[in-house]
């Protein structure tokens, strides 16, 4: 089976280049992560989240969807 094979050379620009790519991936990543969340299990649709807060520190979450009417509480203490 032939082989096929790539030299890469990296220099200054190419390190700062994956850094940027490293840096938008995990942005990425948590924003999926995020939207998977507050995803609603009964239908799918984005839920409206809303946070509470005591004494100035996030105390839980509840997300709401508008579609179906699933609610969850989700404490974030
Ligand atoms: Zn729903």
Same mark, same amino acid.
């Given at each position: 089976m032939p082989k096929l094979s790539m030299d890469i050379v990296l220099d200054k620009n190419t390190s700062a280049k994956l850094r940027a790519i490293s840096k938008h991936t995990a942005a990425l990543a948590d924003e999926l992560e995020r939207i998977d969340a507050e995803t $609603?299990? &009964? $239908? &799918?649709e984005l839920c409206e989240v809303t946070e509470y807060h005591a004494d100035g520190m996030p105390a839980h979450k509840s997300y709401m969807c508008h579609v179906c009417g699933y609610i969850k509480r989700e404490s974030t203490l």
């Open positions: $609603c299990p &009964g $239908c &799918g």
